[in-house]
C-alpha cells in the first residue's frame, strides 16, 4: 500500500503545476472572486489518520455538496416518506435545469439537482421559522465536523439571493404542484444560506466520514445514521451527485461523490476513506475540473474505485 500522505502530497503538486484550471463560477457574483489557482486536498483514513495537500485548510463555499447533509437531514425527519417528494433517478440534465419538471410533474427527479435539493430544504423548514431550520443544518455540519467555527459566508448567500432567478423559478413551479409547503421565499433564504456554508477540506472530509464507515464516525463512535441510510446515501451520490457527470465521474474515479458549483467535492471510499477536494475552475457540467482528475489520479495509485483495480 502505497503511502496515503505521500500520494496526497505528490497529487496536490501535480495540479498546483497544471496549466488547465477550469472556468470559475460567475453566475454567483460572489463565487467569481476565488483563486482559480487554489488547490486543495484532505483525505482521512478508517484509522483517523489525516493527510493534507494543498490548500486543504483554506475554507471555499461548499454550494450544493450541502445537499449530501440535508438530505441526510430530512431522511432522518421523514424517513422514506421522502421519496414521494422527490425521485432518486439520474437526471441526465444540468443541475438547474426546469425542463423535467413540467413533464414529472413538479417532482424533481432527485436531491441533488437544484429543484431536488430545494425541495429536501423545505421539508427540512416545515413547522419551523427559517433561522431555526438554518441552525439546525449548520449546527449538524458542525457535529460531524467536530468544529464550531463552520460558519456561513453571507456575503455568497446574498449574492445568490439577488441573482437567483432560476432557483426562483423552480422554486414557484414546484409551489404550484403543491410540492412545497412554506412560502417559496423562506424556502429559498434556507437554501442560499446552507449552499453557502464555508469549509475547508479537512472539515468537509471530517464530515463525511459517516459515509465511509457505515453512518458512524469510526473514531468517536457516534452513529449518525444507520448502515442502511449511509449505504444508500452513497447509492445517490454516486448516481446523481454529479449532475449530468455523474456517468464520466463514475466512470474515471469510481466513488460515490457530490461536487459543488464552489469547485468542491466530497468523494466517499467505502470502508476506506473520507476525502475532500477543491479547485474552484469548473467543467462544462459544473463540477471542478482538477478536482475530478486529482480524485481519478488519487483513486487509482491507492486502488481505490469500488469497482475494482
Ligand atoms: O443553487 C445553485 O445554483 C447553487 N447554490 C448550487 C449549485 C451547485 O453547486 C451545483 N454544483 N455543481
Redesign the pocket.
Known amino acids: 500500500m502505497p503511502d496515503l500522505d505521500l500520494v496526497v502530497k505528490e497529487i496536490a503538486e501535480e495540479m498546483r503545476q497544471r496549466p488547465d484550471r477550469g472556468e470559475v463560477?460567475t453566475?454567483?457574483p460572489e463565487l467569481a472572486r476565488a483563486d482559480a489557482n487554489a488547490f486543495g486536498l484532505a483525505v482521512i483514513d478508517a484509522d483517523g489518520n489525516v493527510a493534507l495537500g494543498g490548500d486543504a485548510e483554506t475554507p471555499f463555499s461548499i454550494?450544493?455538496?450541502s445537499?449530501v447533509f440535508t438530505l441526510t437531514l430530512a431522511l432522518g425527519k421523514a424517513g422514506d416518506r421522502l421519496w414521494q417528494r422527490v425521485g432518486r433517478e439520474p437526471s441526465g440534465s444540468a443541475?438547474?435545469s426546469i425542463i423535467q419538471l413540467e413533464y414529472e410533474h413538479g417532482i424533481p427527479r432527485n436531491p441533488f439537482i437544484?429543484a431536488g435539493?430545494?425541495a429536501v430544504t423545505d421539508l427540512i423548514l416545515s413547522g419551523h421559522q427559517p433561522r431555526e431550520a438554518l441552525g439546525e443544518i449548520l449546527r449538524f455540519l458542525q457535529f460531524l465536523a467536530d468544529d464550531e467555527t463552520i460558519a456561513i459566508d453571507e456575503a455568497v448567500a446574498a449574492s445568490?439571493r439577488r441573482t437567483?432567478f432560476?432557483?426562483a423559478a423552480l422554486a414557484n413551479y414546484m409551489k404550484s404542484f403543491g410540492v412545497l409547503e412554506n412560502p417559496v421565499d423562506f424556502t429559498l433564504g434556507v437554501?442560499?444560506h446552507h449552499?453557502?456554508i464555508a469549509m475547508s477540506c479537512r472539515q468537509l472530509a471530517m464530515a463525511g466520514r459517516f459515509l465511509a464507515h457505515q453512518g458512524r464516525n469510526p473514531t468517536t463512535g457516534r452513529s449518525v445514521v444507520v448502515p442502511e441510510r449511509a449505504r444508500r446515501i452513497n447509492a445517490v451520490m454516486l448516481t446523481c451527485g454529479?449532475?449530468d457527470g455523474s456517468g464520466e465521474f463514475a466512470y474515471r474515479v469510481g466513488l460515490p461523490g457530490k461536487?459543488?458549483?464552489?469547485g468542491g467535492i466530497l468523494a466517499i471510499a467505502p470502508g476506506k476513506a473520507s476525502i475532500a477536494v477543491w479547485s474552484p475552475g469548473?467543467d462544462a457540467?459544473?463540477?471542478s475540473h482538477l478536482g475530478r482528475i486529482a480524485l481519478e489520479a488519487l483513486t487509482k495509485r491507492l486502488g481505490w474505485s469500488i469497482f475494482g483495480a
Not at 259 to 262: K, P, T
Open positions: 463560477a453566475y454567483i454550494q450544493s455538496i445537499k443541475f438547474n437544484n435539493a430545494i445568490e437567483g432560476r432557483n437554501y442560499f449552499c453557502a454529479h449532475y461536487s459543488g458549483v464552489g469548473l457540467s459544473g463540477n
